[in-house]
């Protein structure tokens, strides 16, 4: 156990991370799950039901918003992501999981609401898009503090497929998005729905935020910041949760402790240097990983509607349920493949389903280009691709979050979030070009190839450089930049 009393200039004795690795699952982790997991869900209910919404509020019977100025809302969403995860990230690493992954919460919570008060008349659209900023810095915080809270309290043997489940649950909140979309707008009308709408996700951010209250600060980062009362304290909560389930915990050697000084205050600075001086491999790893899936995501989840209805001529009403069938299958991907990165490893799983998938869809431009296709077979091999996409790129998160030392992980996942965001912000613009006025099928079909290259590239990037991370605690992946010598 750890009972050294931290200062400043004595090291810290701890078992603490071996006693969570030890550690079956338990109704700690349940509760760990559905209080903390629940942020991708209300990233994908808040991202599709703007999306939804978007063209009625163009509508002179709602906020009679331009065509412009409607498509901005999302880009300023995903504007209010990137900073988020900036400037909470640090945060998160400065002052705890437990306090960010509250306040994030509470951000997003207001920022939502906010919206569906926003006021009719055209003089209202700085109010309308400094909403969806503030939302959007919610969720972006959320990304950081999150899984960094999760996989420090996740037992390494179930650390792989969790990660992977809830990062894939962004499809879950799309599936609930669309239903409550399209059911509030036809049961309401444009001028009430939309509101309503908007409300969806607050509505169950104060469920959620219900939950987390009484999870604990993870006892990984309290150790590192020499809490070690207050360590030991949570650790004890959740051991006792995980004996009232019936488990028996043997003790844990005290060889298997690690030895630390408090941390002195890291920064994006200090992590920067450590990207390039002491882990460039890993750096190259995290950004082709994020960067490939960010890019492939937004160039064919923001322009199939585009591609349904130019050469397939697909009504829009029709769409939505073309786009509850490529949901589902993202949403399958991780939750069945999911325990496969803890079983047959990351390397293999992640090269795997990166590769699998960027050789299906460049494969896929031929049968497009013959035109043999009609719309149930283009969204068919969408599902398909994505299914295998989706789960690699929910291991692109949990790549990020294990291979960089505590300290800094939180800022490590903001960093690569928001660079794989400014990238994956290209690949809209780039497709919709490709699409055109959809009478020429070469240039989508260039652009197929293109995307199916550029997730093989994030597939042999991991071959090269990817980290067998399954069943090994956090602190043998990578050491803390606080620990000394025994």
Do not use: C
């Not at 760990?32 to 994908?44: K, P, Q």
């Not at 504007?79 to 705890?96: C, N, Y």
């Not at 200090?270 to 190259?284: D, I």
């Not at 769409?319 to 949403?331: C, H, I, M």
């Amino acid at each position: 156990m750890s009972t050294v009393t931290a200062t400043h200039h004595q090291p810290i004795r701890s078992t603490i991370p071996a006693r969570l690795d030890r550690l079956r699952w338990s109704s700690f982790h349940t509760r760990l799950v559905l209080g903390l997991g629940t942020a991708w869900v209300l990233d994908g209910l808040s991202v599709t039901i703007a999306s939804s919404v978007t063209g009625k509020l163009t509508q002179a019977n709602t906020l009679n918003l331009s065509t412009s100025q409607a498509a901005s809302i999302g880009t300023l969403y995903l504007v209010g992501e990137v900073v988020g995860a900036l400037v909470f990230g640090r945060l998160s690493d400065k002052l705890g999981r437990r306090k960010l992954f509250m306040w994030t919460l509470a951000i997003y919570l207001g920022g939502t609401a906010l919206t569906a008060l926003t006021p009719r008349g055209p003089g209202w659209i700085i109010y309308l898009y400094a909403t969806r900023i503030i939302a959007g810095s919610g969720i972006g915080g959320e990304y950081s503090a999150i899984n960094s809270a999760i996989d420090e309290m996740m037992p390494a043997r179930y650390r792989g497929r969790t990660d992977v489940w809830i990062n894939g649950t962004y499809w879950l909140g799309a599936i609930i998005g669309t239903f409550a979309s399209f059911m509030l707008l036809n049961a309401l009308g444009a001028s009430t729905g939309w509101r309503v709408a908007f409300l969806v996700g607050p509505a169950l951010a104060i469920v959620v935020l219900y939950v987390r209250r009484n999870l604990p600060e993870s006892p990984r980062w309290l150790i590192t910041h020499g809490f070690v009362r207050e360590a030991e304290e949570e650790m004890r909560r959740i051991e006792e949760s995980a004996l009232r389930d019936g488990q028996h915990l043997d003790p844990v050697p005290d060889d298997a402790a690690i030895v630390i000084r408090p941390e002195k205050r890291y920064g994006y600075l200090r992590l920067l240097r450590l990207a390039f001086r002491v882990y460039p491999k890993r750096a190259v790893l995290g950004a082709t990983l994020m960067i490939t899936q960010s890019f492939l995501y937004n160039a064919i989840f923001f322009t199939y509607a585009l591609v349904l209805t130019k050469f397939y001529h697909v009504s829009n009403n029709a769409v939505p349920l073309y786009g509850l069938a490529f949901s589902v299958g993202n949403l399958a991907g991780p939750l069945l493949l999911g325990h496969l990165f803890d079983t047959l490893g990351r390397k293999k799983m992640i090269s795997g389903t990166y590769l699998i998938s960027g050789a299906m869809l460049a494969a896929s431009a031929w049968l497009f280009d013959a035109g043999v296709l009609n719309a149930a077979g283009q969204t068919f091999i969408w599902i398909v691709v994505f299914f295998f996409a989706s789960a690699g790129a929910s291991a692109g998160y949990l790549t990020v979050s294990e291979i960089f030392p505590i300290e800094i992980r939180a800022e490590a996942l903001a960093v690569f979030f928001a660079i794989a965001q400014i990238f994956g912000a290209i690949g809209p613009t780039f497709y919709g070009f490709l699409i055109g006025n959809g009478t020429n099928r070469t240039g989508l079909t260039i652009g197929y190839i293109v995307g199916g290259g550029i997730m093989i590239i994030g597939g042999l990037v991991e071959l090269a450089f990817g980290i067998n991370a399954e069943g090994k605690s956090l602190e043998e992946i990578a050491t803390p930049l606080t620990e000394v010598d025994a």
